[in-house]
């Protein structure tokens, strides 16, 4: 009961600081000093309070999109294990119902988009849908792969300490190779789209959100920061998928976890450079041949 | 009792359109048809209902004064899993249809229309309750012919003539298969009724050309690829609430057809499992990629019926398989999943076709790049069609969701095993996640295209919606938040039709302990009291601070216009630059040159590849081949003879 609240009040407390602690990653490489740390928070508190101006023409979709993109991955969080603990819930199953979650949380989102009639919108949404058909196999090759490892079919198992790195090394880092991929494409950091850009005819996510403002603008930024916390532990729970036995301390080693996975992602924003839009499909196929080649090496 | 509930309701579809045709169009016609339609339907509904609750199994023959045939009819879980679909639609489609396609639009066409739309619904019933070789044959053709008629309702139209001549091609030649098939099934089982062949017929040879006909018999009504050539053209052409028919039901009679007889061969060997596993995932990639490039709503939708029957092929590959691995387990969860997509694949395409008609209907335009900003218009529609949309994409919390479901936890559960066999079942898994983000981007696309934004073309006028029209729908969409909140209601009838289509060792554990069907739901509910919670959170949010109205940022261009939206076809450009190699776009157009382009043109199509490069050429063939067998043809007389002179003197010679 107890680590289930743990787990609730994490999930909904924490994500706004990892894209604070990211652009602080990237100031100290450009050699700023950077936003404070609880910016995301302050950002939020802001955006709640301020009226909003909507686009002419746009009905209930355009607000059902940010909706849709808090609740998905705040629901799809129950199903990951933090940590040592396993998810509040669990079932043989699960991870599709984690995936398909998360295309819910898309296919409003970029509903939204189109929503508002605007060209660039339209064309935020068609990359954003067009990039996840290919990231989708990749996560799908790599729960195979990792359903082989461990012999279930639920992600609290699946992820749970086991023998996997033991037993099946060499999959394992091609699985965790190709979700780093998947974790940085589909929260639309550097290399494929970058947060911060000034050119609309560019970018991919927040293209789709342009018309967004005010309080259904605070729940967009909100939604996007569940779920690269959530993407981000389940790629954590891969590559770390040991537990320490003092329950508290593993908490503490979840969120120190957490923090790393986000210091990475603001290095490998800070030393890479975007991608043009026409790689950007090879690199993410890439990314499904490296976890198919994953599932390969457990075929016996 | 049940069987005979059936039969009446077949019967009374078929009668209640027979006044019609000798009344004058309009009023009485129209009632009693329609009456006939849906009271029959909710005859058969009522029985296939008590039949797919209860289990019990009826048959009952009538002698047939013809030899090896009788009026053998049966009743049993897996029947009346199919049939409770196709009553349930041909009633709503009925209704919505006796207004969309009525006397005053269509006064030539809409009485003989309703007589064939009664006829098919029947013959469909019967197809899936007879149990002899013959009688099956004769409902298959009447429903072949009838959905024939139906295909080219408009007689006006060029395009539905066309598309009715390629049906009628190709379910001709899938009876001709079938017979070929029917009469191999007769040799190897020794009788014309639909009974088990005997163990170790299905890994001769003979049991293999057994498979690969019934494969193409029955692909060719299921619109498995490449067998689906017909497909695209009826669905596109016939009226909404045809298609509703046609793809909600119809099709599936080849899905039925398939399982019926795989259930019927003891041992399958792994290699038909091996081999529908295949075809499925071939059938919903590709079918999806298809819909993806069209600009045509309703050629979308039945692109979708490709992509729909793949996954239930897929699904019962996972089922076959299972059975000849001797893993009753997967068995039972391959055929649930695959037959449960058949029930909601019955529910929401229909709904997206009723939509989708309206919309057509509205917009006086097919092509969704002249459409947008229709929601305004049809808010309902919009409504029921995006319920729809969801539905389709296999996304919580509706029922689409948890049939994909079990079908992913059949091959996740035989991809974890050990063995060259899991490996089939590893690739399949990811191909179904590649078909379900682009039916997911199709979608977005679909709907955002017609309903959203702003009209692209000619503003539509307002039109209203009548409840002849939403209603219909309505009742489709709340089936499916139904079977999508409570999955676990329709796993026993589930759980007993995959009894009946893989007989043999029964598995240790039930249905709802393989898989959780209970939990699927209450996920369902729960996401939508998240989705509410949030909502309600956004919506006092912007209540407690002004909420304007301003025009869409365009980046401070200074006239914008409705024609600079996104369209259908841009949306979809990067998918369907995936899959080029298959869908083979053709586009026109002068690319842009100089620093002040004059006008230009630009248009881009995806047709139907397995049509125009493989169809297409080898008819032409055939009729050059045919045309140089005209020289022998002179037309004169002393040549005939001369053509029987020399057959004697060879003949002569040979004896």
């Known amino acids: ?300 | 009792m049940s069987l005979l509930l059936v039969l009446a309701g077949a019967f009374v579809c078929v009668a209640g359109g027979v006044p019609g045709l000798f009344l004058p169009p309009g009023g009485a016609a129209r009632r009693i048809a329609t009456g006939g339609s849906v009271g029959g339907s909710l005859l058969g509904l009522a029985g296939a209902g008590i039949a797919a609750v209860t289990g019990h199994v009826e048959t009952f023959t009538l002698p047939w004064p013809l030899p090896g045939a009788s009026l053998h009819v049966g009743l049993d879980a897996l029947s009346a899993l199919f049939l409770v679909p196709l009553f349930l639609v041909s009633a709503l489609a009925a209704v919505s249809g006796a207004r969309s396609f009525g006397d005053e639009d269509h006064p030539a066409d809409a009485r003989r229309t309703r007589f064939f739309f009664g006829t098919a619904t029947g013959a469909i019933a019967l197809v899936l309750v007879a149990r002899n070789v013959f009688f099956f044959l004769a409902a298959w053709e009447v429903m072949a012919l009838a959905a024939f008629f139906l295909v080219g309702a408009d007689r006006e139209s060029r395009e539905a003539r066309d598309a009715s001549r390629l049906y009628l091609f190709a379910t001709h030649v899938s009876t001709l298969v079938l017979f070929g098939f029917f009469a191999l099934f007769r040799s190897l089982s020794g009788s014309t009724e639909l009974v088990p062949l005997p163990r170790g017929v299905a890994g001769t040879h003979a049991g293999t050309a057994l498979f690969v006909l019934a494969l193409v018999g029955f692909g060719l009504k299921a619109g498995l690829l490449p067998l689906h050539v017909w497909l695209p053209p009826a669905h596109a052409a016939a009226p909404a609430h045809v298609s509703a028919l046609m793809s909600g039901v119809l099709i599936k009679t080849g899905i039925y057809g398939i399982v019926r007889i795989t259930s019927l061969v003891p041992d399958p060997p792994a290699a038909w499992g091996d081999t529908l596993l295949v075809l499925g995932a071939v059938s919903a990639v590709l079918g999806v990629a298809f819909a993806l490039g069209q600009h045509d709503l309703k050629r979308l939708l039945a692109w979708h019926s490709v992509e729909n029957i793949g996954i239930i092929v897929l699904g019962l590959g996972a089922g076959v398989a299972g059975r000849a691995a001797g893993r009753p387990e997967w068995a039972l969860l391959g055929f649930a999943g695959g037959l449960f997509h058949v029930v909601n694949h019955g529910l929401f395409k229909p709904l997206l076709f009723l939509g989708a008609g309206e919309a057509v209907h509205v917009a006086g335009t097919r092509d969704m790049d002249r459409m947008g900003g229709l929601g305004r218009l049809l808010p309902k529609t919009a409504f029921l069609f995006l319920a729809g949309a969801v539905a389709i994409s296999g996304l919580p919390p509706l029922n689409g969701f948890a049939s994909e479901w079990l079908v992913y936890l059949g091959l996740f559960d035989r991809a974890r095993a050990t063995g060259p066999d899991a490996l089939r079942a590893a690739f399949a898994a990811p191909a179904l996640a590649l078909t379900g983000a682009l039916a997911l981007a199709c979608f977005v696309k679909a709907h955002g295209a017609v309903f959203l934004g702003s009209a692209r073309g000619e503003e539509p006028h307002a039109h209203g919606e009548p409840r002849s029209h939403v209603g219909p729908m309505a009742t489709l969409a709340a089936a499916c938040v139904l079977l999508g909140f409570w999955p676990a209601g329709i796993a026993p009838v589930l759980a007993r039709a995959a009894a009946i289509a893989a007989p043999g060792p029964v598995p240790a554990t039930s249905l709802a302990q393989l898989a959780s069907l209970r939990t699927v739901g209450f996920s369902a509910l729960a996401l939508v009291l998240l989705l509410g919670a949030v909502s309600f959170f956004l919506r006092s949010r912007l209540a407690a601070a002004p909420a304007t109205a301003g025009p869409t940022w365009d980046c401070g261009y200074a006239r914008p216009t409705a024609r600079m939206q996104y369209t259908a076809s841009s949306f979809a450009r990067g998918p369907v630059g995936y899959f080029r190699w298959a869908l083979r776009p053709r586009s026109k157009g002068a690319p842009v040159a100089r620093l002040f382009p004059v006008a230009a043109r630009f248009e881009s199509h995806v047709l139907d590849t397995v049509l125009d490069r493989a169809i297409v050429p080898a008819f032409r063939a055939g009729a050059w081949l045919a045309r140089q067998g005209r020289i022998l043809q002179q037309g004169r007389i002393q040549l005939y003879i001369l053509y029987v002179v020399v057959t004697l003197v060879v003949l002569l010679f040979q004896v």
């Open chain 1, 1 to 300: 009961m107890i680590d289930t609240l743990v787990h609730v009040l994490l999930v909904l407390a924490l994500p706004p600081l990892l894209p604070g602690v990211i652009a602080r990653i990237k100031a100290a490489f450009a050699g700023r000093n950077g936003p404070p740390l609880l910016q995301g928070y302050y950002d939020l508190a802001k955006l709640l309070r301020k009226g909003s101006v909507l686009p002419e023409g746009s009905g209930w979709v355009f607000l059902a999109g940010p909706v849709a993109g808090v609740a998905a991955p705040l629901f799809a969080s129950l199903l990951l294990p933090f940590g040592g603990h396993s998810a509040p819930v669990s079932f043989a199953g699960d991870m599709i119902l984690f995936a398909y979650l998360f295309a819910f949380g898309r296919f409003f989102t970029a509903a939204a988009a189109l929503d508002t009639g605007s060209a660039f919108e339209g064309m935020g949404a068609a990359r954003e849908v067009a990039f996840s058909c290919l990231a989708e196999p990749a996560l799908f090759f790599g729960f195979v792969a990792l359903a082989r490892i461990s012999g279930s079919l639920s992600l609290s198992t699946m992820l749970g300490a086991g023998p996997g790195w033991v037993m099946a090394g060499a999959p394992l880092v091609l699985v965790a190779a190709s979700w780093a991929i998947v974790l940085l494409a589909e929260n639309c950091r550097i290399p494929f789209d970058d947060p911060n850009t000034h050119l609309e005819l560019t970018m991919i996510h927040e293209v789709m959100v342009l018309d967004h403002g005010g309080p259904a603008f605070g729940l967009v930024l909100y939604g996007a920061s569940v779920k690269l916390f959530v993407l981000s532990s389940l790629f954590l729970r891969v590559v770390v998928p040991f537990s320490v036995t003092d329950p508290g301390l593993d908490w503490l080693a979840f969120v120190a976890g957490i923090l790393l996975v986000a210091i990475a992602i603001g290095v490998v924003e800070s030393v890479l450079a975007r991608l043009r839009l026409v790689k950007v499909p090879q690199l993410l196929v890439g990314a499904c041949l490296l976890s198919a080649f994953g599932m390969l090496l457990l075929a016996r």
